[in-house]
Structures are given as C-alpha cells and as structure tokens.
C-alpha cells in the first residue's frame, strides 16, 4: 500500500540558505581583503601628499605675515618722513639739541654742526632763552653736550645761556635726562631739534616723559636732495620705532 506522507521539501531549502549565506560571507571577506591592501597602497600616497601640503600652508602664512609687516613698515616710513618734513618750532622754555657724532679730532661731525646751527637760529629768533645740548661720550671724546656747548657758544650764543647734559647715550635717554633738567628749572616747553627722520620718535620719547615738546628739523632741504640716504635713515629709525613701541616709550 503506497505511503501517505509528503516529502519535506524544507531541508533542501535550508541547505540552500546555509550555502548562499557562506558564499555571501566568503564574497564579503575577499572584498574587504581588497579594500585592505587597497588602502594600504594608497594610505603612503596620501600621507605624502598631506604632508606635501604642510610646507606650502606654513609658506603661506610666512607669506602673509611678511606681507602685513613690509605694509607697515611701509606705512611707518612714511609717517615718519612726513612728520620730519614741517617745523613745528613754538616759544618754548628751552631749545633741546640731540647729540650726534664728535669727530676724531674732536670737533663736531656734519649731522651735530647741522642741529647746532639749527638751534642758535631759532635762539636768535627768539624762540627760546635757553639752549640744551645732549649727549655723552660717543666713539669719539669729549661728550657730545660739550661739542655742541662749545659750538654754540662760538656762533654768538652767551655761555650762561646754554646748559650741558653729558651723560646720555640714547634719544630716550636724551629725552629723559633733558626732561630732568627742565623740572628742575621749572621748564615745560621745549622745541628738539634733530634731524628730520630722528623727530617723530624724540617727539613721543619727551611726551612720554612729560614734555611739551614741539619739533624743528635741521638740514631738511639737504635731506630731500638725498633720497636714498633718506630713504635709509627712515627705514632705521621705523625698526627703532618699533622698538620704542615694544619697551612703551613712543
């Protein structure tokens, strides 16, 4: 008699299932190995070209700061040179000559013989009663303050007249050793006279000392007929700006 039972048509289905998924999980495998050594040969390829990038980004930025600082420097020599230009010569209590370099022989170089010169002319114009020279011992004896002293008394200025600080070494201490000079006598106005690139730092160096401080230039038409020395001696004295700026005394 034939058997009733239906064959179980399920086993097959589930072996089916078992395999698809083994193939599927071997593909999967195979796939990942690639992506692995894939990656492994291009990960060198990329670091190379990341750290190919780092020296032109760090070039950039070298770029772009030098740029801003060549800008302001540019700027900056302008505003000096501009302001060194016009004489701003008031009545004041006292002319302030800036010392300059003595000579070997111990007479007065050009740029000192210059602000001197300068000074007895505003003196004579009534500008002030009294003349400071500034200055110590430079590469070359005696004192700067002296030379000048000496100088001005020779082109008509009377020697009570003229008050000597030989000590300095430095436009600020130029400024700060003439300051004390002027409290003690009751002073509060000056007019420094320098040459023209030197005035906007005196200016800010005696302000900051509590001056009252005007500015004359000496020699300026002989400087305008030196571009490129005055080219030089502007872009000297930014870099000395910048410095007074950092140490907070313009």
């Given amino acids: 008699m034939p058997s009733s039972k239906t064959p179980d048509k399920s086993k097959p289905r589930v072996s089916n299932l078992a395999a698809a998924r083994k193939r599927s999980a071997t593909a999967t495998g195979k796939n990942a190995s690639k992506r692995s050594r894939t ?5 060198p390829a990329q670091n190379r070209l990341r ?33 060194g230009q016009n004489d701003r010569a008031r ?7 800036l010392g300059a370099q003595v000579r070997p022989d111990g007479q007065a170089g050009k740029g000192l013989q210059m602000r001197v010169l300068h000074a ?8 002030a009663k009294k003349i400071i020279t500034t200055g110590g011992v430079g590469d070359n ?21 003229v008050v000597q600080e030989n000590t300095s070494t430095s436009t ?3 400024a700060t050793n003439a300051t004390a000079i002027c409290k003690k ?24 000392c509590g001056m009252n401080a005007a500015v004359s230039p000496a020699a300026a038409q002989q400087w305008q007929l030196q571009p490129a020395r005055r080219l030089y001696w502007t872009a000297r004295e930014a870099v000395l700006v910048a410095r007074d700026w950092c140490l907070r005394r313009v």
């Fill in 91 to 97: 009545p004041a209590d006292a002319i302030v000559v």
């Fill in 39 to 43: 990656l492994e040969k291009t990960a």
């Fill in 185 to 208: 006598r009751g002073w509060k106005n000056v007019v420094v006279v320098s040459d023209p690139f030197h005035l906007w730092r005196a200016q800010r160096n005696f302000r900051k």
């Fill in 51 to 83: 750290s190919s990038k780092k020296p032109q980004k760090l070039l950039a930025v070298i770029a772009v700061i030098g740029g801003g600082v060549l800008l302001g420097l540019g700027i900056l020599i302008g505003l000096i040179d501009g302001y």
């Fill in 172 to 174: 600020w201490e130029n």
């Fill in 120 to 127: 007895v002319r505003l003196y004579k114009k009534g500008i």
């Fill in 141 to 161: 004896p005696p004192a700067e303050a002296q030379v000048a002293a000496d100088l001005a008394v020779k082109n008509g200025v009377p020697r009570a007249d």
